[in-house]
């Protein structure tokens, strides 16, 4: 009864921290395992097994995976058709829809919506329509795909190993799909034809123009002759370091305007584009003494049009803004970037890259930027040239969502990565090899073949997810072993009396749908599945039709936007708040649960 007692203690614990966000969820995971660890309840031998549990490694190849067909340009290709549609709303949304479900089936779920969502606000912009109508509708098209496949989202995976481990083989690759593609239709249609009616319209993504209003923060300073900065670095000019003001580019004679390094000496007459307020712009003139520039037409300009070449007024000459890219992005749920700031991060000297501004829920942030804290769905504006932002995206775990060309890739790389993805899933398919195996071999016939090079296959793996799977594993396998899951199974039948099958697995499924709504949907998995094979015992029913079941309810966190990655990347350029998304997802949990039960049923009988 103690060892039961603790595990209780512990996962509450962990469900409490979870809820709350601090410290992040694999820590939060890694202390939970330490405490039973301690404890005794795991064998020092099993303390770390997780980590080489196959449902763990197949995650982890999934993502390389997605990253290769991402990088290969097959879900872009696929994009590219919605955009042959015409501005019907319905054709729109459906095509959207449709390609985020197929899309999320056979890679990671944030993925696909990356890949769409640029396509999405461009829609909406060309329409005239809010975006908030169009991010909720992908984001919980993204989820409804991911039940359709064994690899589609680790939560199905994690019911696999389950079924594994009870019954001595794991669902297979399309096990998912009879339930998942119901599920997925019948709600997908609902979104694309009722659902959108249903959210408010919101400020949100439109432009960067509209969001940012940049031309009004832009200023040209010039540094007078006698100036003691001048012959100094950037980097020295310590005004930069105790107000809000960001140097965004430097124009010298008859150069062209570039985005200085900090360690860029200044020069008597060389003219600074700051981005700073009124106020900061007055502090910034008092601790430096540079003279105010003339005309700042020309910055409003860079930022609508990047590659248009525009004329000063004052000083009277063409500027090329060829070097200086600006570009949106969502931070996302496992960005480095939150609780921290600018100035803590180093943004400029570690990754080279300015941020100019931050958007939140579609609102420009008005605070002093370097004491802004950054939080997950923030958007923001950030400058640099082309390949260094790209590299500094990933490294911050940020989104790219500025309306951008799609990149199709040639030929030979999408038929090469669907070719070798394809083989990985008729192995799985057809019982030749383990899932874990199959998407293995996958990533290594990609690296082979020059789809990915070794960075991509480190930088594209979500270690915090890895962690969080790694360390859960062996807590649901106490939950197991001390009986806390048989004690959990028990009171949910007491609780639930003598109601029929339907009604218990109904029960179920409400009870899973609103703990995934609340943390990391894999770590759902692993707290419910031992508790629905507790269940199934004791109704001396099949285990199939509860963790299928279970499953499902995992991935349906549609009520808030903390319950998975896809629902918190659309909050801020949808201008969402909060409770918008109980709006459309309580009826979309609804439809979700009248579809599953039945069809679970249907499918994995009793």
Same mark, same amino acid.
């Given at each position: ?367 002093? @930027? ?6 997950? %769905?923030?958007? !923001?504006?950030?400058? *640099? #040239? &082309? +390949?260094? /932002? $790209?590299? =500094? ?74 962690? @969080? ?6 807590? %649901?396998?106490? !939950?197991?072993?001390? *009986? #806390? &899951? +048989?004690? /959990? $199974?028990? =009171? ?82 949808? %201008? ?31």
């Amino acid at each position: 009864m103690l060892d039961q007692f603790i595990v209780f203690g512990t996962l509450a614990l962990a469900l409490v921290l979870f809820v709350y966000g601090r410290p992040r969820y694999d820590v939060v995971a890694m202390i939970a395992l330490m405490v039973v660890a301690v404890a005794g309840l795991i064998p020092a031998s099993e303390v770390f097994g997780g980590f080489a549990d196959p449902a763990v490694i197949t995650v982890a190849m999934v993502l390389v995976v997605s990253r290769g067909l991402e990088k290969a340009g097959l879900v872009d290709m696929l994009a590219t058709w919605i955009e042959r549609f015409g501005s019907n709303m319905y054709v729109q949304l459906g095509a959207l829809v449709g390609v985020v479900t197929v899309a999320s089936a056979f890679m990671n779920n944030v993925g696909a919506l990356a890949l769409t969502m640029p396509v999405a606000i461009r829609l909406a912009v060309r329409a005239d329509r809010s975006p908030s109508y169009y991010l909720i509708p992908i984001a919980f098209a993204s989820l409804l795909g991911g039940q359709i496949t064994i690899i589609g989202t680790p939560p199905n995976l994690i019911i696999a190993g389950f079924r594994d481990n009870e019954l001595g083989a794991p669902f297979r690759m399309f096990d998912f799909a009879p339930v998942g593609f119901c599920v997925a239709v019948v709600a997908g249609a609902f979104i694309t034809f009722l659902g959108w009616r249903l959210l408010p319209v919101r400020k949100g993504q439109g432009s960067r123009e509209q969001l940012f209003d940049m031309d009004a923060y832009l200023t040209e300073l010039v540094v007078p002759e006698g100036s003691p900065h001048a012959g100094r670095p950037l980097v020295d000019v310590q005004a930069f370091h105790e107000t809000d003001a960001v140097y965004v580019s430097l124009l010298r004679g008859n150069d062209h305007p570039h985005m200085p390094a900090p360690n860029e000496q200044l020069r008597e007459g060389d003219v600074l584009v700051i981005e700073a307020d009124s106020e900061t712009l007055d502090e910034f003139l008092q601790k430096t003494g540079f003279l105010l520039g003339g005309s700042k037409d020309h910055c409003s300009r860079i930022l609508a049009e990047n590659r248009q070449a525009c004329s000063d007024v004052q000083i009277g000459r063409e500027l090329s803004v060829a070097e200086m890219e600006f570009q949106e992005a969502v931070v996302r749920t496992d960005s480095p970037l939150i609780g921290s700031t600018v100035r803590e991060l180093r943004v400029r000297t570690r990754f080279g890259v300015n941020v100019l501004a931050v958007s939140r829920r579609g609102e420009r942030v008005r605070s002093r @930027l370097k004491a802004t804290r950054f939080k997950a %769905g923030d958007i !923001l504006l950030v400058q *640099g #040239g &082309a +390949d260094v /932002l $790209a590299e =500094a995206f990933r490294r911050l775990a940020c989104m790219p969502i500025a309306s951008r060309e799609l990149a199709f890739g040639s030929p030979r790389p999408v038929l090469l990565a669907a070719g070798i993805f394809g083989v990985s899933i008729l192995l799985t398919a057809f019982n030749v090899l383990h899932v874990s195996i199959s998407v293995t071999l996958a990533v290594l016939g990609m690296l082979f073949t020059g789809v990915l090079t070794m960075r991509d296959v480190y930088r594209s793996v979500e270690w915090p997810v890895i962690v @969080l799977l790694g360390a859960m594993l062996p807590l %649901g396998t106490a !939950l197991e072993s001390t *009986g #806390g &899951a +048989d004690t /959990l $199974a028990g =009171a949910l039948l007491s609780f639930s009396g003598s109601l029929p099958p339907a009604a218990i697995l109904t029960v179920l499924c409400v009870g899973t749908m609103l703990l995934s709504n609340l943390i990391n949907n894999a770590a759902a998995a692993v707290l419910m599945a031992p508790i629905a094979i507790g269940v199934a015992k004791g109704l001396g029913a099949s285990p199939d039709t509860f963790l299928m079941l279970t499953a499902v309810a995992c991935s349906s966190p549609f009520l808030t936007p903390i319950g998975h990655q896809s629902c918190t990347l659309v909050m801020g350029p949808g %201008g969402y708040q909060f409770s918008d998304y109980w709006r459309v997802g309580l009826p979309v949990s609804v439809i979700v649960t009248a579809v599953a039960v039945p069809a679970v049923m249907f499918f994995w009988p009793l």
